[in-house]
């Protein structure tokens, strides 16, 4: 399994980024995707999630109407589009499959929301 996020980096508060997740090495189609993120000293949280078919999502309530989480056009891909971003969305974003009993990461990309 190799997860492979990108799209991170420094938006204003207020901007807009996308973050993408490149999977590879099981049957994308089968699972439900997360994204997760981490900030400085605190815990791993979920942020969103996506059922295998798309047809389901869910997303922490801090983000809620801001962003929104998709399977990409790209063959396995999952987006996290954020929006209306706040300095508290200032993270390491990870994006997370659950195969096989066993958790699977990205490396992570980081969001900066500073002006």
């Known amino acids: 399994v190799q997860l492979v996020e990108s799209g991170g980096g420094l938006a204003q508060p207020g901007g807009s980024l996308r973050l993408s997740c490149a999977a590879s090495g099981f049957t994308f189609s089968s699972y439900v995707m997360r994204w997760y993120r981490q900030a400085a000293g605190k815990e791993r949280e979920l942020v969103a999630g996506i059922g295998n078919t798309g047809g389901t999502t869910n997303y922490a309530d801090s983000v809620k109407g801001r962003f929104t989480i998709s399977r990409g056009s790209a063959k396995n891909t999952v987006a996290l589009q954020m929006n209306s971003l706040r300095p508290e969305d200032t993270a390491v974003y990870y994006c997370?499959?659950?195969?096989?009993?066993?958790?699977?990461w990205g490396q992570g990309t980081q969001v900066t929301v500073s002006s």
């Open positions: 997370n499959v659950r195969a096989s009993l066993q958790n699977y």
